[in-house]
């Protein structure tokens, strides 16, 4: 189990480091071109979760804590 590990950890400083093409973006983007829809900006799958709430990312409304009932 070693080795797929550092091959997946050296393509993940790749695509950090030197700018290979992440294949999730890839993926993405052929996900959204047969559904019809735009593809990601040049920034990727990152920068559009980058750029919303949190919670909303996750699909979740963030809700107040509830409240002792004892």
């Known amino acids: 189990m070693f080795w797929p590990h550092l091959a997946a950890a050296a393509y993940g400083l790749g ?4 700018g290979w093409p992440c ?12 559904a019809g ?5 040049p920034g990727g799958f990152i920068v559009l979760l980058a750029r919303r709430p949190r919670a909303s990312a996750l699909g979740r409304k963030r809700h107040p804590p509830i409240a002792d009932r004892s």
Request: charge should be positive; aromatic fraction near 4%; proline fraction near 5%.
């Open 15 to 18: 695509t950090v480091v030197v």
């Open 23 to 34: 294949p999730l973006t890839r993926l993405e983007n052929w996900a959204r071109s047969k």
């Open 37 to 41: 829809q735009q593809g990601l900006d």
